[in-house]
């Protein structure tokens, strides 16, 4: 019966057409997103299907994008950035969708508008990590518990609040790793309403 109950998926290719896929919680399996570059004119686009409807919190779960040969590079190298974690490729595109605005969440509210990242962002924010003595497996855990992470400013996000942890509250090294890992959405904290709240919370240090 659960053979019947999900279709295979199917990539289909049009010119002129969005790349469209539904897309689902993080932590729900889904089937492979294919995303390839064309090789056919310069205007090509290519049409996805998922084979399973994601779950969302969102008035309009399926969402589309149109990639074109640049696109898919792009995310293609992002990929690549994420694979010395040992995710799958539905796992990547979990990740690069969330982060990215691709996939709608929570997270970003209505802010976050969608968009292609490119691999000098999402390095620059591994490699940043990394700094804060944060092993490949611990990077591994974060990622899976806050994509939204690599979508963040490294700037004015990452490292300003790695800066009032350090210096506001005393937190550095191993301490410093320890709090990343049980709450890394702080990392993307740009607000602190001081108890008077402006419907921001999901960013807000009122909740550190």
């Given at each position: ?84 974690f040992g995710f799958s490729q539905e796992e ?11 996939v709608r969440s929570p997270y970003w509210g ?99």
């Open positions: 019966m659960l053979a019947k109950a999900l279709p295979s998926p199917f990539l289909t290719f049009h010119h002129g057409s969005p790349l469209r896929f539904s897309s689902a919680d993080l932590a729900q399996p889904v089937h492979r997103l294919n995303i390839f570059p064309l090789k056919s004119t310069q205007n090509s686009r290519v049409s996805y299907l998922s084979s399973k409807q994601w779950e969302l919190q969102s008035t309009s779960p399926e969402l589309n994008i149109t990639l074109d040969d640049d696109d898919t590079e792009k995310w293609a190298a992002c990929r690549e950035c994420l694979s010395t990547q595109d979990k990740i690069l969708g969330k982060a990215f605005g691709q209505e802010e976050r508008k969608p968009e292609i990242p490119n691999h000098e962002t999402v390095n620059g924010i591994l490699d940043y990590l990394r700094h804060l003595s944060l092993s490949d497996d611990d990077l591994s855990k974060l990622l899976k518990k806050f994509p939204e992470v690599l979508g963040c400013s490294l700037e004015n996000e990452l490292k300003n609040n790695v800066q009032i942890l350090e210096q506001q509250w005393g937190i550095t090294g191993k301490p410093l790793r320890n709090v990343l890992l049980r709450n890394p959405k702080l990392l993307g904290y740009n607000v602190d309403c001081k108890g008077d709240c402006i419907a921001q919370c999901t960013r807000c240090w009122a909740r550190f």
